[in-house]
């Protein structure tokens, strides 16, 4: 099991950066793919970014394609995620996942695995 909590949220005007952290515990974490998901109000949890273990291998959905980046450092068990050209259609409680790295290919579908408790992101048109 992978404990994780995210931080970083908070209020940014459209155009603004912001970055998200999540913090990982658990002896096997160095061995998961971490992923960061979102939740809108009145909509589904949905797929943002996710990274494989090694950090060799990112995926991002098309939303954010080029906007956002996802990155891990294992000496710190913290996944981030950087987030440039924010629009107000990102506004969402953002959630960072963990599941075994062999089920990385499952993240765009699939919501299952660890999550953190969220974070709360509000950008202001």
């Known amino acids: 099991q992978v404990h994780l909590v995210e931080s970083g949220g908070g209020l940014v005007k459209a155009g603004g950066s912001l970055s998200l952290s999540c913090a990982a515990s658990g002896r096997t974490w160095n061995e998961y793919a971490m992923g960061w998901y979102r939740q809108a109000p009145g909509e589904e949890r949905e797929f943002v970014t996710a990274?494989?273990?090694?950090?060799?291998?990112?995926y991002y959905a098309d939303s954010v394609k080029g906007r956002f980046t996802i990155s891990r450092d294992p000496t710190k068990n913290t996944v981030y995620l950087r987030m440039n050209s924010l629009k107000p259609e990102d506004t969402a409680v953002y959630y960072c996942n963990a599941r075994p790295d062999f089920m990385i290919e499952t993240m765009r579908i699939h919501k299952f695995g660890s999550w953190g408790q969220g974070t709360q992101v509000t950008v202001s048109s």
């Open positions: 990274i494989s273990s090694s950090g060799g291998r990112t």
